[in-house]
């Protein structure tokens, strides 16, 4: 079989494309421009005239109706989603407040003081503290800073070193030394009796205010500190979290009267038997009406 020769295996060359052949060009600088449809007629404002605009816009107003309808006709027939207040049965928690009452016959609050200043100041620095340390460190503060205007002008750095050893020294020391300072300059000085002019104190919140409320005045307050919080809950009384909450769904289930009492009963429990870890379950008078709600370990 012959061989090709070089030159015939090499491969033809490329036609010239002659001008205006092939795909047909636009204008320079003009775009092609997609067929439309036939535009709205002079005079007619923009969305009318076009039936299947008109005809979209009813369908959806129709499935709106359709949809309203039905989360209605749902609301109404299916059950109520159940709230997060508690549901305690009365007589429970009057049987749990009498039994209560019986344990702790001499409930008070275990802070030191002899006026309403003091007992706000021993409250602030209880905070992350226990009652016992605060009491040691209570009678030389108060006998150094006698009223508001002395823990007022206190000089941060000398009242910080009174109070280091309850811990978080600095923010305590400047909660008392602004709180006292509004103290001064909107009540002579003196420790207001309503829970609204307490709170509006710097440093001072719905806890202590009602520490001081009920301990110091003799007025209602329902104090929620860590015990209480976590005896109410364990009790079935109540499903928050949130202190706030707390307070209210115990207010609307313990009469007012003994609303300060109730917490000191609290306290004293969760401190003696219904204690954090591992809660003494065996020697509770209150177990007969305790759902022990969230305890898995017990004594």
Not at 162 to 167: E, L, P, Q, V
Not at 253 to 272: A, D, M, N
Request: glycine share 8%; charged share 25%; hydrophobic share 40%.
């Amino acid at each position: 079989m012959s061989r090709r020769s070089p030159r015939s295996r090499q491969k033809p060359a490329r036609t010239a494309r002659v001008p205006g052949g092939g795909r047909p060009r636009t204008t320079p600088g003009n775009r092609r421009v997609k067929s439309r449809p036939a535009t709205r007629a002079a005079g007619t404002p923009r969305g009318a005239g076009a039936d299947h605009g008109l005809a979209s816009r009813a369908s959806r107003e129709s499935l709106g109706r359709r949809t309203a309808a039905g989360i209605g006709a749902r609301k109404s027939a299916g059950p109520k989603r159940a709230t997060r207040r508690s549901a305690a049965d009365p007589e429970r928690v009057a049987a749990i407040l009498g039994i209560l009452e019986r344990l702790y016959p001499d409930a008070r609050s275990a802070l030191n003081f002899q006026n309403p200043l003091q007992l706000l100041i021993a409250t602030i620095l209880s905070a992350q503290c226990t009652d016992q340390r605060v009491n040691q460190v209570t009678p030389a503060l108060f006998e150094r800073y006698p009223d508001a205007a002395a823990f007022a002008a206190a000089p941060q750095e000398e009242l910080e070193a009174m109070i280091r050893s309850t811990g978080f020294f600095r923010n305590k020391a400047r909660a008392i030394r602004e709180c006292c300072a509004d103290l001064v300059a909107h009540h002579h000085g003196q420790v207001p009796r309503t829970l609204e002019a307490l709170t509006a104190l710097k440093g001072v919140g719905r806890k202590t205010a009602n520490v001081v409320l009920g301990n110091a005045f003799g007025i209602a307050g329902l104090v929620v500190d860590t015990h209480v919080t976590r005896v109410s809950r364990r009790l079935g009384l109540t499903r928050e979290g949130d202190a706030v909450k707390i307070e209210f769904d115990l207010m609307r289930q313990v009469p007012e009267e003994k609303w300060s009492l109730f917490s000191h009963w609290l306290i004293l429990h969760g401190r003696q038997v219904c204690i954090a870890r591992k809660p003494r379950c065996s020697v509770c008078a209150l177990l007969p009406h305790c759902p022990r709600v969230g305890v898995s370990v017990s004594e």
